[in-house]
């Protein structure tokens, strides 16, 4: 049996890709490459896994995935909107992590507590940033490793120490 404690979220699979039971599963490409072979799935509280047939890389956030025994559509409609977790060794043997990885994430300031969750990275310009959802709206923190001091991959957080004003701007 998979322990959950054994796992951590990869991310979240899409709408059905094509008519042959492929489908999109977004999570940092980079993480899992092309030489995946799983993702757990919770269903009723368990982990269960799904194996691939084929998988490739449709962009740096989105995996094009064949399940194994899933053949059509109607079959892999079933994990749509379904969150997905790998081995959490898999994620700390990776040296490949992309800022994409850290969407679903809690931001939180050493100071200031909780600033919201990681909905989007903008890396439409020189300077990443993270696009912070909260109460108030939207928050944009920069995506530099200086400002963070504490990942943690199994509460899905990120600790910053930001500039002061910078969450005021």
Known sequence: MLKKEDFTYYGKFLKPHGTRGEIGLLGDSFVLGED?????????????????????????????????????????RYLTNRDAYIPREWVEESDNLTWSYFRDFTAEDSLMGELGTITDVDDSTVNTLFVVENNDGELLIPAHEEFIMEIDHEKRRIIFKLPEGLVSL
């Open 36 to 76: 995946c072979d799983f993702v757990a799935v919770d269903i009723d509280g368990i982990l269960v896994p799904f194996f691939f047939e084929q998988c490739r890389t449709k962009n740096n956030d989105t995996l094009i995935v064949k399940i194994e025994r899933m053949n059509s559509a109607e079959e892999v």
